[in-house]
């Protein structure tokens, strides 16, 4: 499984941006979902899961509120909206597909990983 994630780029305090991750196979479907972010010299940090059917939903409490995950699994992509965005946001974001049917907030639960997408919060 490819994951391509995309939509990055700069935007200032407060601003939205939607993030996207499109997986290569349409086993897709079955995974559960999740996006990480590691910002300039902090490790990698869990910010939001979906399971496979968009059934469950878990987020990180510092986007709670601000943050939504969603997914297409007819597209095989699964979403980030993310508003009222500020610097502690910036990073670089990851999507990752989990080993089963639901996320988690442990990154060792995933098996695939996309190549990331620069998010720059600026004030």
């Known amino acids: 499984v490819q994951l391509q994630a995309s939509g990055g780029g700069l935007v200032q305090t407060g601003g939205s941006l939607k993030l996207s991750c499109a997986a290569s196979?349409?086993?897709?479907?079955?995974?559960?979902m999740g996006w990480f972010r590691q910002a300039p010299g902090k490790e990698r940090e869990f910010v939001a899961t979906?399971?496979?059917?968009?059934?469950?939903?878990y987020y990180s409490e510092s986007v709670k509120g601000r943050f939504t995950i969603s997914r297409d699994n007819a597209k095989n992509t699964v979403y980030l909206q993310m508003n009222s965005l500020n610097a502690e946001d910036t990073a670089v974001y990851y999507c990752?597909?989990?080993?089963?049917?639901?996320?988690?907030?442990?990154?060792?639960?995933?098996?695939?990983w996309g190549q990331g997408t620069l998010v720059t919060v600026s004030s």
């Open positions: 979906i399971s496979w059917n968009g059934g469950s939903r």
């Open positions: 196979a349409r086993t897709f479907s079955n995974n559960g």
């Open positions: 990752a597909a989990s080993r089963g049917a639901v996320g988690s907030s442990q990154s060792s639960h995933y098996r695939y």
